[in-house]
């Protein structure tokens, strides 16, 4: 059945190709990841240059705005933002060491060391727990209140990107071979795999409404999948390279996908139509939408010609698409 798009729907669509974009410099090195915080004022950026940044992307693109967090003594690959307070935010680094920072300040008030390079991250829906994985497929689940591990598990697969449901009881994995594992939380039993890839899945999203989970893989697709009786229910096919990040839009009216084609696709999550492409310049690390506004922040290893000549370097640079004027 086509799906109906309300006026509203319309018109946001319709307005999409006039919106701008804005960029923001500060980094030394590429962005690996961005995201928004839950009252969206805020938005972070890791990088490769083993820093993380706070910006107000709405009120400034000055770089002498951002806050500069510093402590990592290796790349930033993955942050989380605590779902139940807009300051808190959670980094994975491979320097074997998660870090809690206060955006307010600054400073790192908690560091946790794991054991290995870490290259996701997730933090638990209630805020109690962050789960973060290392390269050697090792989850480690750490309690907030005590800052300390407090249980592991070992993947006998690769993992590369780990989620909470809203709800909280269930843990998903997207692995090597091309599957989601579906955990039950805490005991970390198996309940089912979702085999829909023919190719490494690299990135998951749920969508805002819990309706919806959305893969992304090598193989160059996107599915969505019904959360009850994880169906899978529609595929994107829209770019032509591996999908390295997903993000849904706050409503989960829209999803935005990224890879190494030098465009973002946003499609409708319920025709599966592409509705607007965003022009890149190299291949793309990180989408995010704002938790309540159709402001898209995304970053990738561009380059620019290094200051005097002589080759280039990365741009270490971020874009947030989206704004009127």
Known sequence: MQHQLTQQLEKTISGFPSLKTREY?????NVHTVGWNCDGRRLAS????????????????????SIELRGHTDS???????????????????????????A????????????????????SPDGQCIAVGNKEDMVSFIDTRTFKVEHTYQSKVEVN?????HAGDLFLLTTGQGTVKIMAYPSMKELRVLDGHTANCYCLELDPRGRYLATGSADALVNLWEMNEFSCVRTFGKLDWPIRTISFSFDGEFIASASEDLAIDISSVESGETVHKIECYAAMNTVAWHPSKYLLAYAGDEQESR?????S????NLRVFGFSG
């Open 25 to 29: 410099k500060a980094h030394k090195s």
């Open 46 to 65: 890791g990088s490769v240059d083993k820093t993380a940044r706070v910006w107000a992307p709405e009120r400034t693109s000055d770089p002498r705005s």
């Open 76 to 102: 930033v690959d993955q942050l989380r933002w605590d779902p139940t307070h807009p300051d808190h935010l959670a980094t994975a680094s491979c320097d074997k060491t998660v870090r809690i920072w206060d």
């Open 104 to 123: 307010r300040s600054g400073k790192s008030i908690h560091k946790v060391d794991t054991s290995g390079q870490n290259i996701n991250i997730s933090w």
């Open 161 to 165: 990107e780990i989620s909470w449901n």
């Open 307 to 311: 200051p005097g000549g002589g080759g």
């Open 313 to 316: 370097v990365m741009a270490g």
